[in-house]
């Protein structure tokens, strides 16, 4: 398995995103026999797997052309993707659509944003494919008033501050702000903050993980329920099946939809915050 670095989520957030995918997945696989090694995100895959018996691997958010999924393809490894990357042919797929992108940008144009800057890693995740696949369906919804700007993974959060600052004081300062990475998002909140501005009444912040980070931020975050038990356990089978029947077309199956988690963040307009 692989998922985002540290960089981008956080420690904390890291790992309880990755507990709540590796343990449901694992109990559906050892239901069949099959241990599972959970692999933190690597920079060199070739060095990571030289010494493992691997049968089949399940990669979270991979980007395109992904040099592990590559390395696992080479060595004969049945693949499953978590999300769809250009040159990474795997025998499964979990199609997450937008990524929530429809949701949260939806939501914020609801609450009457004009303005939405969208903090996207520069790298080419399936995540940051997907908003942008959302953004070119829905065009109206960000322009003529919002803007993307693309932040590299590492930054963190010091990139979402130093975006959201520059962002701040342009001739068109965003309204609202849209961090599917949420260690993004308390950059921009930090930045907001220091500018003199107050969320949600002058700037709403929405991200994507609605995990610790999201919650106990303040104010608290508009995140989004990815119900990681359910996705975990969908790609468990759709290994289980790649692994019963290799070969043939690509297996592809439905990510579960996520739940909108509307907080203070983006209340400018709400009736009902979610604690």
């Given amino acids: 398995m692989s998922a985002l670095p540290d960089a981008v989520v956080g420690r904390e957030s890291h790992l309880n995103f990755l507990l709540a995918i590796a343990l449901p997945l694992s109990k559906v696989l050892l239901e069949r026999g099959y241990s599972t090694l959970l692999l933190p995100p690597v920079t060199d895959p070739t060095d990571a797997l030289a010494n493992l018996d691997v049968d089949g691997a399940v990669v979270i958010d991979p980007m395109d052309n992904d040099h592990l999924c590559q390395e696992l393809q ?142 106990t931020s303040q104010p608290p975050l508009t995140a989004l329920d990815l119900h990681l038990p359910e996705l975990a356990e969908s790609a468990g089978h759709l290994l289980l099946e790649c692994l019963d029947a290799p070969g043939g077309p690509p297996r592809v199956v439905q990510a579960p939809a996520p739940t909108l988690r509307p907080r203070q963040s983006t209340a400018r307009r709400l009736g009902k915050v979610t604690p």
């Fill in 74 to 215: 080479e060595r004969g490894v049945q693949l499953v993707t978590v999300g769809r990357a250009d040159g990474v042919d795997a025998q499964g797929v979990i199609d997450r659509g937008y990524g929530g992108a429809d949701l949260t940008l939806t939501h914020l144009a609801e609450q009457g944003a004009q303005r939405i800057l969208v903090l996207q890693t520069a790298e080419r995740y399936t995540v940051a494919r997907a908003t942008e696949r959302y953004l070119q369906d829905q065009p109206d919804l960000v322009a003529p008033g919002g803007r993307t700007v693309h932040i590299p993974v590492t930054e963190g959060a010091s990139g979402g501050y130093r975006a959201t600052r520059e962002a701040l004081e342009s001739a068109s300062p965003p309204d609202a702000i849209y961090a599917p990475i949420d260690a993004f998002a308390l950059g921009a909140v930090d930045a907001v903050h220091d500018a003199g501005l107050q969320i949600p009444d002058d700037v709403m912040i929405c991200t994507n993980f609605d995990g610790p980070r999201a919650a």
